[in-house]
């Protein structure tokens, strides 16, 4: 007797339902967005606005709400106070995002007020860091870069894998190059390099037919920008562990999105005689069940990490919490089902027909 949580028989027309899929993606990405755009962009932790880290150790308990009510008569700005390890172990980050006082001027107010409020109370200072606005601003940049650059090779990379067009993909890459020259010519900001980039990718994805690719990354802008916009929902900061998570995120999505692309891969070419919607939902129901199971696992693993793991880590474990459902969703009705629609209808319902060795619509 098999247990099986998805029956492997399944015949649910994933096609069919994609409209109303990315409505319910389309409306995640405009709440996401409108968050943003009412709090003035994402809420930057120190490693991108700069700011001053210190971390304390006390020698007796002292419990976390003590210390933050006592730190916020400091009035610094942008104050997070968080505990690291157990809570025995008394130790406590402290984070501001003032740039306009130094780390000696900031660990005096801090030690004044601590003085005041703990007194009697011993504790030492295991660190002080500050981080500049200009340190920030780069660290941005460079997150951003190394997420774009991420989703340009896997865009390279499906191109010639599942399409055979490794000219298409050299064609793109080009294409690229010569875009991000002109925006550096008349001297754009970082930021808009990337997302100018980005868009360039999509649009010459678009118009050399790499149908496998746009979905691709497609699902992986998709998983991206939701995140973020449910980070900015609640109000979360985004730091370095964030673009750590996103770019995680990256990485497990695409494996959920390559499993699909090579199960429509091999039913075409078994040479059924299928019409492509046809074979895209029996290859997307075919690895429902492994989809869910990893997700499933994934989830539960990151979920005790999230519960376990410490204020820390609390940020980034809830980043991947929110992505693999996510990513998940994306795999199953965004990355495929664009394949679809951007097929002509009549090549879409048409049967598939052998030439040469090679599948192509009849």
Known sequence: MHFHIIKPDTKINFIGLRYYAFAISALMILVGFASLTMKGGPRYGIDFAGGVIIQAKFDVPTKLDDLKKSLEATSLPGLVVQQMGPEKDNDFLIRTSTTDETSDAVQKTVVATLDKDLAGNKYTFKRVEMVGPKVGE???????????????????????????????????????FAGITALQYINAPQIWLVFGALIITLVLCFMLKLNYALGAIAALIHDVLVTVGIFSILNKEFDLTIIAALLTLIGFSLNDTIIVYDRIREIRGQKTGEPLNTIINRSVNQTLSRTVLTSGLSFLAVFSLYIFGGQVIHDFALAMLIGIVVGTFSSIYVAAPIIATLTPPEDLNAPAVPVKGKVKTA
Not at 142 to 149: G, R, S, T, V
Not at 156 to 161: D, M, N, P
């Open 138 to 176: 780069d660290l941005r940049g460079k997150a951003l870069e190394a997420m774009y650059y991420a989703i340009l090779l896997i865009a390279i990379y499906i191109s010639g894998r599942f399409e055979h067009r490794w000219m298409a993909a050299g064609i793109m890459a080009a294409g690229l």
